[in-house]
Each structure stands twice: as C-alpha cells, then as structure tokens.
C-alpha cells in the first residue's frame, strides 16, 4: 500500500515537473527572441549616444551628457559581451558555455559581470539626475576643465569600486552568502543565497547580503534620482510662476505709462494675467502635465527595469528553494516561471530602454548626431560664425 502510494506521488511530481520544464522551454524561446532584438536595438541606440557626445565639444564638456555618454558605453558592454550569452542559454535551453557541472568560471564570471554592470547602471542614473538638480539650483557657478573632470571622477570611481566590491562577495568562498547560478527561468547566471544544510533555510549571511544588495544597489539610487528629479519639477514650476509674475508687473506699468506693447516677447500666462481665460488656464494645466509626465518617465523606467530583479533578490532567502532537480544542470525554480522570465526580459532589456530615455529623446544629441552625419558646409559655417558675432 505504502509502495503505491509512494509510486503515485513519484508520478505526479514528475508530471508536474514535466509541464514546468516545458513552461520553461517555451518562455525560453521568447526570450531567445526578445534578447536578441533587445541587443541589437540597444546596441544601436547606445552607439547613437556615444557618437552624439563624442562629435559635439560643446556635449563633451557638460557633466550630465559625460555621463549620458558612460551610460551608454556600459550598455553597449551589456549588448555585446553579455546578451549573446544570455540569447545562446536561452536557445539551448541551458547554459552551453561551461563543459560539466563542475566547471563554472564562465556562470560565475557572467554573474558577477552582470551584477556590477547593473549596480553602475542604477547609480549612473542616480547620479545623472542629481546632477542635472544641482546645475539647475545652481546655474551661475563656473565649472572649469579640472572642476569637470574632478566631478566626473567622484561620481564614476566609488560606482565602479562600489560595484566590483560587491558583486565579488559570492565569488569568496566561505562567505556563506550563496553564489552565482544559472536560473533556467531567466536564462542568465544570477544570485542564490546560500541555505542551511539542516533545515533547507536561508543562512543569516544570505538574508543580510541581500538585504544589503537591495537597498544600497536599487532603494537608496531610487530615492536619489525621485529626489531630484521632483526637486527639479519644483524649480521648474517656482520659476515659471516667477516669470509670469514679473512678465504681468511689466506690462501693467507700460500701459501705465500709455507705452504700446505688442506682447510678442510676454509668455502667454503673463498676457492673460487680470483677466485669466481658460485658454491661458489649459496652457497652465498642458505644462504641468507634460512636464509631470517628463519627470515621472526617468523614475518610473528606473523602477521598471530593475524592481523586479531587485524584488526577487530581496525575496528568494525566504522562499524555499522546491525539490525539483537542477534543470539541465541549472539551479531548481523557485518562483513562478513567468515571474521570473519576465522580471529578467525587463533588467536585460534596460541598456536599450536606457539609451531610448537619455538618447533618442535627447534634442541636442539628435542635432549633434545630425551634424556628424552630414556636416555643415563653408557657406553654412560662415554664416553662423556671422550670426553669432553680431
């Protein structure tokens, strides 16, 4: 009796295991498919940033489009070297890059390249914003070549010492942390906390390293770049009300006066002040809109690429790792496939939406990308060398 129960129970569990590895080959081959766009698509845009800034002096020399620029350069490192390997795992359904289960240099070295490209991607955006909220608070300070460079430095080498030192814990054995493991839901080598041997529970070490690798690699730039960027949308705000203000104070005492304005160089708010339509209204409530919407698309893409990765890190200590064996040599799924599928599909994918956001929305680097494209000619150059003299 208990043979046939036990022979049931085999039966089933290998039933269910059996449709969970075909969930995971079919979010396989969509995966394949995406990434492979994904790295083509971020390469392109990436390498649109790089050549934008590099062919314009005047680019060159801003802080927050060197930083643009470096964002860029780690997103096509990201493109080239890292998602190939992620496309030819997902294809293959496994991780064809290392020759026996005993061997995992590559996994290990993939994993740990990831992990510190992520953590320089996330504080580069940080930075990038708080940069931009300094220049605007702070518009009349001269920033000299060693001013520049100096910046520059205090914001990319803590990053990048930051980033290495990190993401290297799970290459030190003994650490008790966990490692870095192919998750055949994802198709890339990430991060498993390490378990008790005993009990199959989360190690102390493993809870604090993730813990810790949550909130100084996602929470803490996440709350930098909303500060900022919502610090921004308020000066933005202070000033155009300050503007109109001004703009009606001036036109009240011309007409004072009895001196004609024609009201051309008045905003529309200030022409419409002591008598406000509802046109000047609509205008008030379009800006606030668009620009809401503006400061709201930098951290809301920032939360979308890297909350969910960051969520399931957070979460996998206290989530039982199941009895299913190691697919395809892999680590065993520990989250619902689709969760996990997805919650990858969006962190690979960030390089390409990154360069979307701070590139291809970026006017100065389209004119800058135009200008190398198809330089001005002579009589072109002359004439703005004309215009700007007069």
Same mark, same amino acid.
């Given at each position: 009796?208990?043979?046939?129960?036990?022979?049931?129970?085999?039966? #089933?569990?290998?039933?269910?295991?059996?449709?969970?590895?075909?969930?995971?080959?079919?979010?396989?081959?969509?995966?394949?498919?995406?990434?492979?766009?994904?790295?083509?698509?971020?390469?392109?845009?990436?390498?649109?940033?790089?050549?934008?800034?590099?062919?314009?002096?005047?680019?060159?020399?801003?802080?927050?489009?060197?930083?643009?620029?470096?964002?860029?350069?780690?997103?096509? %490192?990201?493109?080239?070297?890292?998602?190939?390997? /992620?496309?030819?795992?997902?294809?293959? +359904?496994?991780?064809?890059?290392?020759?026996?289960?005993?061997?995992?240099?590559?996994?290990? &070295?993939?994993?740990?390249?990831? $992990?510190?490209?992520?953590?320089?991607?996330?504080?580069?955006?940080?930075?990038?914003?708080?940069?931009?909220? =300094?220049?605007?608070?702070?518009?009349?300070?001269?920033?000299?070549?060693?001013?520049?460079?100096? =910046?520059?430095? $205090?914001?990319?080498?803590?990053?990048?010492?930051?980033?290495?030192?990190?993401?290297?814990?799970?290459?030190?054995? &003994?650490?008790?942390?966990?490692?870095?493991?192919?998750?055949?839901?994802?198709?890339?080598?990430?991060?498993?906390?390490?378990?008790?041997?005993?009990?199959?529970?989360?190690?102390?070490?493993?809870? *604090? @390293?993730? *813990? $810790?690798?949550?909130?100084?690699?996602?929470?803490?730039?996440?709350?930098?770049?909303?500060?900022?960027?919502?610090?921004? @949308?308020?000066?933005?705000?202070?000033?155009?009300?300050?503007? %109109?203000?001004?703009?009606?104070?001036?036109?009240?005492?011309?007409?004072?006066?009895?001196?004609?304005?024609?009201?051309?160089?008045?905003?529309? #708010?200030?022409?419409?002040?002591?008598?406000?339509?509802?046109?000047?209204?609509?205008?008030?409530?379009?800006?606030? =809109?668009?620009?809401?919407?503006?400061?709201?698309?930098?951290?809301?893409?920032? +939360?979308?690429?890297?909350?969910?990765?960051?969520?399931?890190?957070?979460?996998?200590?206290?989530?039982?790792?199941?009895?299913?064996?190691?697919?395809?040599?892999?680590?065993?799924?520990?989250?619902?496939? $689709?969760?996990?599928?997805?919650?990858?599909?969006?962190?690979?994918?960030?390089?390409?939406?990154?360069?979307?956001?701070?590139?291809?929305? /970026? =006017?100065?680097?389209?004119?800058?990308?135009?200008?190398?494209?198809?330089?001005?000619?002579?009589?072109?150059?002359?004439?703005?060398?004309?215009?700007?003299?007069?």
């Amino acid at each position: 009796m208990d043979a046939a129960a036990t022979n049931g129970s085999e039966v #089933v569990n290998q039933t269910r295991w059996q449709t969970v590895d075909d969930d995971v080959q079919g979010w396989n081959i969509v995966e394949g498919v995406l990434l492979t766009v994904v790295s083509i698509a971020g390469f392109i845009v990436n390498l649109f940033i790089v050549i934008a800034v590099l062919a314009s002096r005047k680019l060159r020399r801003r802080v927050s489009d060197t930083l643009c620029c470096h964002l860029a350069l780690v997103g096509i %490192a990201w493109c080239a070297l890292l998602l190939p390997a /992620n496309v030819t795992a997902a294809f293959a +359904v496994g991780w064809p890059l290392d020759a026996s289960a005993n061997d995992r240099g590559l996994c290990d &070295g993939h994993g740990y390249a990831q $992990a510190v490209l992520v953590h320089v991607m996330i504080w580069t955006i940080a930075m990038l914003g708080w940069n931009k909220y =300094r220049t605007i608070s702070t518009p009349m300070q001269h920033v000299s070549s060693a001013i520049y460079r100096q =910046r520059v430095a $205090a914001i990319l080498l803590p990053t990048w010492a930051t980033g290495l030192a990190i993401a290297s814990v799970p290459l030190i054995s &003994g650490s008790g942390v966990g490692r870095y493991g192919y998750g055949s839901a994802s198709a890339s080598c990430t991060f498993e906390p390490s378990l008790a041997t005993d009990n199959d529970s989360p190690t102390v070490a493993s809870i *604090v @390293y993730s *813990v $810790a690798i949550t909130i100084f690699g996602f929470l803490l730039p996440v709350g930098v770049a909303a500060h900022s960027y919502f610090r921004i @949308y308020n000066i933005a705000r202070w000033h155009r009300k300050r503007i %109109a203000l001004m703009s009606a104070v001036v036109q009240v005492i011309t007409l004072s006066v009895g001196v004609p304005m024609s009201g051309q160089a008045l905003p529309e #708010v200030a022409q419409q002040t002591g008598n406000r339509s509802p046109s000047a209204a609509n205008a008030d409530q379009c800006w606030d =809109r668009k620009t809401s919407r503006n400061v709201l698309g930098f951290v809301a893409a920032m +939360v979308f690429c890297y909350a969910p990765h960051y969520a399931l890190i957070v979460s996998a200590p206290a989530v039982r790792r199941s009895t299913h064996p190691p697919y395809s040599g892999s680590s065993s799924v520990r989250f619902p496939v $689709a969760l996990e599928a997805l919650a990858g599909i969006v962190m690979m994918a960030s390089p390409a939406i990154n360069g979307f956001i701070y590139g291809v929305r /970026n =006017r100065a680097m389209i004119r800058s990308f135009r200008s190398f494209i198809r330089p001005p000619t002579l009589g072109e150059r002359l004439q703005r060398h004309l215009v700007s003299n007069v």
